[in-house]
């Protein structure tokens, strides 16, 4: 069982940055593929970026690449999305996801285990 714990959104003009912060609970985080997706006003849950448990490669959405950057702290059970130049399509809730996988997933009903979500609001 993993419990995630998202921190970090807000509110913030347009062009500004926010770091996201997810925080995992167990001693196998290490072994998790992790995903952050988002889900704005009146729209599906949409996959933002993901960070492979093997190797540290990192997967992007076409609508944040260049822009945003995932990371994780495996010492720390922690997988953070730096969010730069931010627009205001990109305001919706953000969501850490995690996977027992070695592999690159992006449809979020592959993710086994969900935070709560953290809300980020950019304003023009």
């Known amino acids: 069982q993993v419990q995630l714990v998202e921190s970090g959104g807000g509110l913030v003009q347009a062009g500004g940055s926010l770091r996201l912060s997810c925080a995992a609970s167990g001693r196998t985080f290490s072994r998790y593929a992790m995903g952050w997706f988002r889900q704005g006003p009146g729209k599906e849950r949409e996959f933002a970026a993901a960070i492979l448990s093997s190797d540290g490669r990192t997967y992007y959405a076409d609508s944040v690449k260049g822009r945003f950057t995932i990371s994780r702290d495996n010492a720390k059970n922690t997988v953070y999305l730096q969010m730069n130049s931010l627009k205001p399509e990109d305001t919706a809730v953000y969501y850490c996801?995690?996977?027992?996988?070695?592999?690159?997933?992006?449809?979020?009903?592959?993710?086994?285990?969900w935070g709560q979500g953290t809300q980020v609001t950019v304003s023009s």
């Open positions: 996801a995690a996977r027992r996988s070695l592999v690159f997933i992006s449809k979020a009903n592959e993710y086994d285990y």
